[in-house]
Protein backbone atom coordinates (compact mmCIF):
# COMPACT_ATOMS: atom_id res chain seq x y z
CA UNK A 1 0.00 0.00 0.00
CA UNK A 2 1.66 3.40 -1.15
CA UNK A 3 0.48 6.79 0.15
CA UNK A 4 0.99 9.54 -2.06
CA UNK A 5 0.64 12.59 -0.35
CA UNK A 6 2.52 16.00 0.98
CA UNK A 7 3.46 16.32 4.44
CA UNK A 8 1.31 19.55 5.21
CA UNK A 9 -1.57 18.51 3.19
CA UNK A 10 -4.87 18.31 5.07
CA UNK A 11 -5.89 15.31 3.38
CA UNK A 12 -2.58 13.57 3.59
CA UNK A 13 -2.63 14.19 6.85
CA UNK A 14 -6.23 12.85 8.69
CA UNK A 15 -5.53 10.09 5.76
CA UNK A 16 -2.26 9.31 7.90
CA UNK A 17 -3.88 9.34 11.21
CA UNK A 18 -7.00 6.98 9.79
CA UNK A 19 -4.15 4.22 8.66
CA UNK A 20 -2.22 4.41 11.91
CA UNK A 21 -5.12 4.39 14.14
CA UNK A 22 -5.96 1.05 11.74
CA UNK A 23 -2.89 -0.28 12.45
CA UNK A 24 -2.16 -0.75 8.40
CA UNK A 25 1.40 -0.57 7.20
CA UNK A 26 2.11 1.94 4.36
CA UNK A 27 4.34 2.93 2.32
CA UNK A 28 4.73 6.64 1.41
CA UNK A 29 5.70 9.24 -1.47
CA UNK A 30 6.01 12.67 -1.29
CA UNK A 31 4.26 14.48 -3.91
CA UNK A 32 5.90 18.23 -3.23
CA UNK A 33 2.94 20.74 -3.96
CA UNK A 34 5.36 23.87 -3.62
CA UNK A 35 7.11 22.28 -7.17
CA UNK A 36 4.05 21.59 -8.70
CA UNK A 37 5.04 17.67 -8.38
CA UNK A 38 1.14 16.96 -8.61
CA UNK A 39 0.97 18.50 -11.64
CA UNK A 40 3.99 16.25 -13.17
CA UNK A 41 2.98 13.40 -15.98
CA UNK A 42 3.72 10.35 -13.53
CA UNK A 43 1.30 11.71 -10.82
CA UNK A 44 -1.50 12.42 -12.94
CA UNK A 45 -1.87 9.03 -14.27
CA UNK A 46 -2.67 7.69 -10.79
CA UNK A 47 -4.67 11.13 -9.99
CA UNK A 48 -6.06 13.04 -13.35
CA UNK A 49 -7.24 15.88 -10.39
CA UNK A 50 -3.94 16.18 -9.52
CA UNK A 51 -4.62 16.43 -5.81
CA UNK A 52 -3.50 14.48 -2.86
CA UNK A 53 -3.70 12.36 -0.89
CA UNK A 54 -3.75 8.82 -3.71
CA UNK A 55 -3.40 5.61 -2.21
CA UNK A 56 -2.29 2.72 -4.41
CA UNK A 57 -3.64 -0.49 -3.14
CA UNK A 58 -3.02 -4.06 -4.87
CA UNK A 59 -2.78 -2.06 -8.36
CA UNK A 60 -5.64 0.16 -7.81
CA UNK A 61 -5.76 4.20 -6.89
CA UNK A 62 -8.08 5.54 -4.69
CA UNK A 63 -8.50 9.04 -5.04
CA UNK A 64 -10.26 11.89 -2.29
CA UNK A 65 -9.56 11.03 1.33
CA UNK A 66 -13.21 11.06 2.55
CA UNK A 67 -13.44 7.61 0.14
CA UNK A 68 -9.93 6.58 1.25
CA UNK A 69 -11.10 6.96 4.87
CA UNK A 70 -14.20 5.20 4.76
CA UNK A 71 -12.51 2.17 2.37
CA UNK A 72 -10.05 2.18 5.06
CA UNK A 73 -13.01 1.50 7.95
CA UNK A 74 -15.03 -0.79 5.74
CA UNK A 75 -11.54 -2.68 4.61
CA UNK A 76 -9.95 -2.81 8.54
CA UNK A 77 -13.02 -2.92 11.00
CA UNK A 78 -11.02 -2.67 13.99
CA UNK A 79 -11.13 -0.28 15.90
CA UNK A 80 -14.42 1.20 14.02
CA UNK A 81 -14.02 4.41 13.78
CA UNK A 82 -17.65 5.30 12.74
CA UNK A 83 -20.42 5.15 15.24
CA UNK A 84 -22.06 1.95 15.93
CA UNK A 85 -25.52 2.98 14.86
CA UNK A 86 -26.93 4.89 12.10
CA UNK A 87 -27.63 8.17 13.91
CA UNK A 88 -24.10 8.46 15.19
CA UNK A 89 -22.96 7.21 11.86
CA UNK A 90 -24.60 10.67 10.59
CA UNK A 91 -23.63 12.92 13.06
CA UNK A 92 -19.80 12.08 12.23
CA UNK A 93 -20.69 12.80 8.67
CA UNK A 94 -21.92 15.96 9.28
CA UNK A 95 -19.06 16.98 11.67
CA UNK A 96 -16.60 15.47 8.62
CA UNK A 97 -18.85 17.51 6.10
CA UNK A 98 -18.74 20.52 8.13
CA UNK A 99 -14.71 20.64 7.86
CA UNK A 100 -14.10 18.57 4.86
CA UNK A 101 -16.83 20.68 2.68
CA UNK A 102 -16.92 24.07 4.24
CA UNK A 103 -13.70 24.81 6.05
CA UNK A 104 -10.96 23.01 4.37
CA UNK A 105 -11.02 23.60 0.69
CA UNK A 106 -11.65 27.11 1.33
CA UNK A 107 -7.70 27.54 2.70
CA UNK A 108 -5.92 24.76 0.60
CA UNK A 109 -3.35 25.87 -1.51
CA UNK A 110 -4.85 25.91 -5.14
CA UNK A 111 -7.77 28.56 -3.55
CA UNK A 112 -4.50 30.22 -1.43
CA UNK A 113 -2.22 30.56 -4.86
CA UNK A 114 -5.14 32.07 -6.53
CA UNK A 115 -5.93 34.84 -3.58
CA UNK A 116 -1.92 35.89 -3.78
CA UNK A 117 -1.59 35.64 -8.11
CA UNK A 118 -4.40 37.08 -9.06
CA UNK A 119 -5.84 39.11 -6.47
CA UNK A 120 -2.38 39.74 -4.86
CA UNK A 121 -3.20 39.08 -1.61
CA UNK A 122 -0.27 39.54 1.12
CA UNK A 123 0.24 37.09 3.99
CA UNK A 124 -1.98 38.94 6.12
CA UNK A 125 -5.09 39.02 4.26
CA UNK A 126 -4.56 35.42 3.44
CA UNK A 127 -4.17 34.46 7.04
CA UNK A 128 -7.52 36.61 7.72
CA UNK A 129 -9.16 34.79 5.11
CA UNK A 130 -8.61 31.82 6.39
CA UNK A 131 -9.77 32.70 9.76
CA UNK A 132 -12.73 33.68 7.94
CA UNK A 133 -13.73 30.31 7.24
CA UNK A 134 -12.34 28.51 9.55
CA UNK A 135 -14.01 30.67 13.02
CA UNK A 136 -17.62 30.11 12.58
CA UNK A 137 -16.92 26.44 11.59
CA UNK A 138 -14.99 25.47 15.16
CA UNK A 139 -17.80 27.22 16.49
CA UNK A 140 -20.36 25.13 15.06
CA UNK A 141 -18.06 22.14 15.91
CA UNK A 142 -17.83 23.16 19.73
CA UNK A 143 -21.36 23.27 19.62
CA UNK A 144 -21.64 19.79 18.70
CA UNK A 145 -18.86 18.23 20.45
CA UNK A 146 -21.19 19.75 23.91
CA UNK A 147 -23.63 17.33 22.35
CA UNK A 148 -22.61 14.42 21.49
CA UNK A 149 -18.56 14.54 22.77
CA UNK A 150 -17.42 12.45 25.31
CA UNK A 151 -13.43 13.15 25.31
CA UNK A 152 -13.68 13.64 21.12
CA UNK A 153 -15.27 14.81 18.88
CA UNK A 154 -18.01 11.85 18.72
CA UNK A 155 -18.08 9.82 22.08
CA UNK A 156 -14.93 8.74 23.32
CA UNK A 157 -13.25 7.17 21.56
CA UNK A 158 -11.54 8.87 18.25
CA UNK A 159 -13.62 8.46 15.35
CA UNK A 160 -13.07 10.14 11.42
CA UNK A 161 -14.18 13.30 12.29
CA UNK A 162 -10.96 13.58 15.14
CA UNK A 163 -9.27 12.17 11.82
CA UNK A 164 -10.30 15.53 10.11
CA UNK A 165 -10.21 18.12 13.16
CA UNK A 166 -6.78 17.70 14.16
CA UNK A 167 -5.34 18.64 10.74
CA UNK A 168 -7.48 21.77 10.48
CA UNK A 169 -6.12 22.93 13.95
CA UNK A 170 -2.68 22.43 12.55
CA UNK A 171 -3.87 24.63 9.72
CA UNK A 172 -5.33 27.01 11.54
CA UNK A 173 -2.13 27.39 13.59
CA UNK A 174 -0.17 27.93 10.65
CA UNK A 175 -2.82 31.03 9.29
CA UNK A 176 -2.18 32.28 13.19
CA UNK A 177 -5.87 31.92 13.51
CA UNK A 178 -6.50 32.50 17.49
CA UNK A 179 -8.27 29.02 18.74
CA UNK A 180 -8.13 30.42 22.23
CA UNK A 181 -12.19 30.48 22.16
CA UNK A 182 -12.26 26.89 21.21
CA UNK A 183 -10.93 25.07 24.71
CA UNK A 184 -13.08 21.69 23.72
CA UNK A 185 -11.69 21.39 20.36
CA UNK A 186 -7.93 22.14 21.94
CA UNK A 187 -8.47 19.81 24.47
CA UNK A 188 -9.05 17.22 21.96
CA UNK A 189 -6.13 18.04 20.23
CA UNK A 190 -3.85 17.86 23.12
CA UNK A 191 -5.41 14.03 23.83
CA UNK A 192 -4.58 13.39 19.95
CA UNK A 193 -1.04 14.49 20.43
CA UNK A 194 -0.31 11.67 22.69
CA UNK A 195 -1.81 9.36 21.17
CA UNK A 196 0.42 7.08 19.22
CA UNK A 197 -1.27 6.98 15.64
CA UNK A 198 -1.93 10.80 15.22
CA UNK A 199 1.55 11.58 16.94
CA UNK A 200 3.49 9.56 14.14
CA UNK A 201 1.09 11.23 11.48
CA UNK A 202 2.20 14.71 12.71
CA UNK A 203 3.58 16.88 9.58
CA UNK A 204 7.32 17.66 10.84
CA UNK A 205 7.98 13.34 11.16
CA UNK A 206 7.02 13.28 7.39
CA UNK A 207 9.30 12.22 4.10
CA UNK A 208 9.52 15.69 2.55
CA UNK A 209 9.12 18.17 5.85
CA UNK A 210 11.14 21.08 6.35
Known sequence: MILHGY?????????????????????????????????????????????????????????????????????????????GDAIGRAQVRGMIGLIASDIHPLNNLRVLSELRGTFGADQAQIDAWAGRWMIPGFEALTALTARQGKGWLHGAAPTLADCYLIPQLYSA??????????????????????????????????????
Open 7 to 83: FRSSAAYRTRIALNLKGVAYEQHDIDLRTGAQRSEAFLKLNPQGLVPALEVDGTVITQSTAILEWLDETFPEPALMP
Open 173 to 210: RRFHVDLSPFPALTAIEERALVHPAFAAAHPDLQPGAD
